[in-house]
């Protein structure tokens, strides 16, 4: 299912908005940051050492991209998930597993 632009707008809204909501027991566990600003989530760290996750809507593509450990992960829209997701894992669940694997490192 392709989306429109309005329908893109409004889901990646709330995808990056409830992947905020979910990181924010584990940064205020681990004492990382979460931002979310100008459509823009980030995970800020000071440890390890000093990192930022960035994770944005790319429209043209209608894909939430995210950059983080010198990856980038492109993931689009999965009507069977009713979620942004890349190979069965949702946004949330991505930026979890990774935030949890940089802390370990």
Not at 33 to 48: A, C, I, K, T, Y
Not at 57 to 63: C, I, K, L
Not at 86 to 97: D, F, N, P, S, V
């Amino acid at each position: 299912m392709t989306l429109t632009d309005q329908e893109f707008r409004v889901r990646s809204d709330e995808a990056l908005d409830q992947a905020r909501r979910a990181l924010l027991p584990l940064a205020d566990q681990a004492g990382f940051e979460v931002e979310l600003q100008d459509g823009v989530l980030n995970l800020v760290f000071e440890e390890p050492s000093e990192t930022k996750f960035v994770v944005s809507p790319n429209a043209p593509v209608r894909q939430i991209w995210v950059s983080a450990m010198a990856r980038s992960y492109k993931l689009p829209w999965s009507a069977d998930k009713q979620a942004f997701a890349i190979e069965g894992e949702t946004l949330a669940q991505l930026l979890e597993r990774l935030a949890k694997v940089f802390l370990e490192s």
